[in-house]
């Protein structure tokens, strides 16, 4: 008797030959049914979870957007910043969110702020965003000039440093991150790549 999982594999492969090679020639990476070995960033994947940044789940969502409370976290895991905790909503986030306790702590660490008594975790963040926050909670002096070729990068509503600008100077003499400081969005695996390559420089 034919395998019906077989038939549907096999008619599934013919009529998607470049899916074919990635089932048969990749293996997951970390554990991520869509991360495999041969994503660019499984390297990156791979270092953050064996640093306690990630936590294993069946699923990474590499292409999806990263918003200011994924950026957060891993951050601030990263920085190796202890956590302080709240019991109370804070700035429109409940008390019971998985990440009020790092916007909680990056807000006493004096890196970001409220706008309009809201920190709008759900909103997309911009690689300047993130790189600067990571600057700041790694304590990564600012360049003594912001003038560095880089523009284009919007005053954010939630940061409070006014050397915006100095910071992303300071991350391209790093080689952090040559290009791309605009305001465009990242998704999850270049979050992640961009935080590897900070930490690894």
Aim: glycine share 6%; aromatic share 10%.
């Amino acid at each position: 008797m034919l395998n019906i999982a077989s038939i549907l594999l096999a008619v599934a492969l013919l009529l998607h030959p470049l899916s074919a090679e990635r089932v048969f020639a990749a293996t997951a990476c970390s554990g991520y049914s869509d991360v495999t070995t041969d994503d660019w960033y499984c390297e990156a994947v791979t270092n953050m979870q064996e640093q306690g940044v990630l936590s294993p789940m069946s699923q990474f969502n590499p292409a999806k957007t990263a918003n200011r409370a994924e950026a957060l976290k891993v951050i601030t895991e990263a920085s190796g910043i202890s956590g302080i905790e709240t019991a109370a909503p804070f700035f429109g986030i409940s008390a019971d969110a998985w990440f009020v306790n790092y916007f909680f702590t990056a807000y006493g660490q004096q890196v970001i702020k409220s706008k309009n008594g809201s920190m709008n975790p759900e909103h997309p963040i911009t690689k300047a965003e993130f790189l600067i926050i990571f600057m700041q909670l790694f304590e990564i002096e600012p360049a003594a000039s912001s003038s560095c070729g880089i523009t284009g990068v919007a005053r954010s509503d939630w940061l409070m440093t006014d050397q915006q600008t100095a910071y992303l100077c300071r991350a391209k003499e790093l080689g952090i991150a040559t290009k791309g400081f605009g305001d465009a969005t990242m998704t999850r695996a270049v979050m992640m790549q961009v935080l590897y390559n900070a930490i690894s420089r």
